[in-house]
């Protein structure tokens, strides 16, 4: 079965930076799309960032408010994706989630089959 752990989370201040870590297990990693996702209190889930495996074709995809500051990465030899989160504000502040895709729309909740636990981070003005 697929385990997905995110780490790297934390209290920062406006303008710092964050480095978010998303291991995968149990799968065949170089074929799943990932992607980040976050969420606060009363809101939906929301897109952030997805990155497809290489073997379909690696591109790159973000929400347009993190577009410039965030940048998704995957190893796939490590099986791991980071989100690296530059210039942080915030609005920026929620659960951050890791999620595998093998096949759907990568920007839709409900086309990702596998989901890590969340780390929260908290950006203070």
């Known amino acids: 079965q697929v385990q997905l752990v995110e780490s790297g989370g934390g209290l920062v201040q406006a303008g710092d930076s964050l480095r978010l870590s998303c291991a995968a297990s149990g799968g065949t990693f170089s074929s799943w799309t990932m992607g980040w996702f976050r969420q606060t209190p009363g809101k939906e889930r929301e897109f952030v960032a997805a990155k497809a495996g290489p073997w379909s074709g690696g591109s790159t995809y973000y929400e347009d408010s993190v577009k410039g500051r965030f940048t998704i990465s995957r190893d796939n030899a490590g099986n791991t994706v980071y989100l690296q989160m530059n210039d942080l504000k915030p609005e920026d502040t929620a659960v951050y989630y890791c999620?595998?895709?093998?096949?759907?729309?990568?920007?839709?909740?409900?086309?990702?089959?596998?989901w890590g636990q969340g780390t929260q981070v908290t950006v203070s003005s």
């Open positions: 999620a595998a895709q093998f096949r759907g729309v990568y920007y839709r909740v409900g086309d990702y089959d596998y």
